[in-house]
């Protein structure tokens, strides 16, 4: 009896343990050159990224102009594996998860830095946070809701401020010190890693941000912890970054400089790249799919998105549900998506599916 009890005992402790998720060390290896003939080419990249940004802040960036540039200027708790899309490590080398999958806690590389040679810090992702998740601007605050507490601070915003403290004591974060973040959900959430390689998750620089305000911004009061910083952004024109010498992983970063156009006009961002004005577009006119088709560069990635048309409800025909729905089954998406669209997109016949890992 007593031994069955001891048993019981230490199946107990060990079903209470915290998993250690350890990422493969050398996840990076595929990636890096197998010699050193990329030296013999010029590393500076120019891409057209569709439009100009609106903000350069990821507390209240929405859009896949300014996610793009995010990637480059800022590094959340994890990245993502660039072809399997897993977590990878960001600013937290490891981290643990706790039996019941509620508690993470991250533990941050000791080099990790910003780009004026700050520390990259546990404070400074509670800060963060306790920001994105109070700024009414924050069209992405309910992201955060996730965390035990979270919701209930957001949407009690009531125009006045609310300390740090008072929001540690409310909302599941804390930063036992420097180098170790823990983060406590409202559930079980299985793609909680994730969110933490979006851009709302990721940090900016309290002092910065607290000196500057809304110029805090602008390339010369900037301050980033991504493996680029920007060093020039010329409104309508372009965004020019280099290396971030203070990088922890600056030897992994080849690129010299990158320079991004805003170009919005379809037709002249391929002429660019067909001048090799630009080394990279995003998207390619309908019109001239085909002839992509036939350019040894031209790819083709996934990328989720619905692509809808909207009815004018206030013409008096098109007020009657039946006519719209009526429109709805007459449209030809195989049609549409084959001859007028021609990227390759899915025909659809509602806004949304189920894809794996979602829970609603």
């Not at 009890?5 to 209470?16: I, R, T």
């Not at 004026?116 to 809701?145: H, K, M």
Request: aromatic letters at 12%; a neutral charge; hydrophobic letters at 40%.
């Amino acid at each position: 009896m007593r031994k069955t009890a001891l048993l019981l005992l230490l199946l107990g402790f060990g079903a209470s343990a915290d998993e250690e998720i350890a990422p493969p060390s050398d996840w990076k290896a595929i990636f890096a050159p197998e010699d050193d003939s990329w030296k013999s080419v010029s590393q500076e990249l120019i891409f057209n990224n569709n439009a100009e940004p609106e903000t350069l802040d990821p507390a209240i960036m929405t859009g896949v102009t300014e996610h793009t540039l995010a990637l480059g200027l800022y590094e959340g708790l994890v990245s993502h594996d660039p072809e399997t899309l897993e977590a990878r490590p960001g600013v937290a080398e490891r981290w643990t998860r706790s039996a019941d999958a509620r508690t993470y806690t991250f533990h941050f590389r000791a080099d990790a830095k910003w780009s004026n040679g700050d520390p990259v810090t546990a404070q400074d992702f509670l800060w963060s946070w306790y920001r994105a998740i109070g700024e009414p601007t924050c069209n992405y605050a309910y992201l955060f809701d996730y965390i035990a507490g979270a919701a209930a601070w957001r949407k009690g915003r009531t125009g006045e401020a609310r300390s740090l403290d008072e929001f540690q004591a409310a909302v599941g974060l804390s930063a036992p010190d420097s180098r170790t973040f823990v983060v406590r959900l409202e559930a079980p959430c299985a793609y909680f890693l994730d969110l933490c390689a979006f851009e709302t998750y990721m940090p900016v620089h309290r002092a910065t941000v607290e000196k500057h305000e809304l110029a805090w911004t602008r390339h010369g009061n900037w301050v980033g912890n991504g493996a680029f910083r920007l060093v020039e952004w010329s409104p309508r024109k372009h965004i020019v970054m280099v290396p971030n010498e203070h990088y922890w992983d600056r030897d992994f970063v080849k690129l010299t400089k990158i320079t991004v156009l805003p170009v919005d006009d379809l037709d002249q961002a391929w002429n660019k790249f067909l001048k090799r004005e630009a080394h990279w577009i995003r998207q390619v006119p309908s019109a001239k799919i085909d002839e992509a088709k036939r350019h040894p560069e031209y790819f083709v990635q996934p990328y989720l998105g619905s692509y809808f048309y909207r009815v004018n409800v206030t013409r008096e025909h098109l007020k009657d549900k039946r006519i719209r729905k009526a429109l709805a089954l007459a449209l030809n998406r195989e049609t549409i998506t084959r001859d007028v669209t021609r990227a390759g997109r899915s025909r659809r016949s509602g806004s949304a599916r189920r894809w794996g890992g979602t829970s609603r």
